[in-house]
C-alpha cells in the first residue's frame, strides 16, 4: 500500500480532516514565509497536540537554522523533518548531531541527472518535486528504476495518483495543493486520496 502525506496544514479544521482520513503521514510548513501555507511554530505546536496519534507529524523548513528544526524534533512538536530548500550534505550532517530523527531531503526534477543526485542524499528519504509551484507535476518517467524510497509529490490528488503511483512506485504520495478548494484543505479530496492510497 501507498503511503501518503497530506502536507501544508494550517487550521484546526485541517486537523480534523486528517484526523477522519488517517493519512500516514501530515505536514507542517514552518517558517517559511514565502509560502502561503507558512505557520510559526507555535501553531505547530497547537495543531499537533490535536492530532491523533499514529499519523506521523513532518516539519517542512526551507534553510531554517538547524538548531531551530532539531528543537521542534526533539521536544516531539514533529517527528521527523523535511529539508525544502538548499540544504547541503554538510548541513544534514550537522543536523544529524543536534537529532537522530528522520530528515526528508527534497528535489526539483527537471532533469534525469535531478534524479540521480537526489538518489545520493544523505538524508533517510528523498521527496521528489516539480518544485515548480502551482500543482504542477514532472515528468514521472524520470522517477522510474530509483533505487531508494522516495516521497513523490507535486500537482499530486485525488484524481492522478493512481496513474502517479503505477508510473512510479513511490513509498508515499505527497499532496498538498491537490487536496485543497479555493487554497483551503477540502475533506472530501483528503478523504479521496486516502482511499485511492489504500486501494493501491
Avoid at 15 to 31: K, L, M
Avoid at 54 to 81: M, S
Wanted: proline content about 6%; glycine content about 8%; charged content about 25%.
Amino acid at each position: 500500500m501507498t503511503r501518503i502525506k497530506i502536507c501544508g496544514l494550517t487550521r484546526l479544521e485541517d486537523i480534523a480532516y486528517v484526523n477522519e482520513a488517517r493519512p500516514d503521514y501530515c505536514g507542517f510548513v514552518i517558517d517559511a514565509p514565502r509560502s502561503p501555507r507558512n505557520i510559526t511554530p507555535e501553531r505547530a505546536r497547537q495543531l499537533a497536540a490535536a492530532l491523533d496519534e499514529g499519523v506521523i507529524r513532518v516539519g517542512v523548513f526551507v534553510d531554517a537554522p538547524p538548531k531551530k528544526v532539531a528543537q521542534l524534533l526533539e521536544e516531539g512538536t514533529i517527528q521527523a523533518a523535511q529539508l525544502h530548500g538548499k540544504e547541503s550534505p554538510q548541513y544534514i550532517s550537522y543536523l544529524r548531531e543536534l537529532t537522530d530523527k528522520p530528515l526528508i531531503q527534497a528535489f526539483r526534477i527537471k532533469i534525469r541527472g535531478d534524479v540521480d543526485i537526489a538518489a545520493h542524499s544523505q538524508a533517510d528519504y528523498i521527496l521528489l518535486d516539480a518544485g515548480s509551484g502551482g500543482g504542477k507535476t514532472f515528468d514521472w518517467r524520470l522517477a522510474k528504476n530509483i533505487k531508494r524510497p522516495f516521497f513523490l509529490a507535486g500537482g499530486l490528488g485525488p484524481d492522478n495518483l493512481r496513474e502517479a503511483v503505477s508510473q512510479t512506485h513511490p513509498y508515499a504520495g505527497d499532496m498538498s495543493s491537490g487536496v485543497e478548494t479555493e487554497g483551503r484543505k477540502d475533506r472530501e479530496k483528503i478523504l479521496a486520496a486516502v482511499a485511492v492510497a489504500a486501494a493501491e
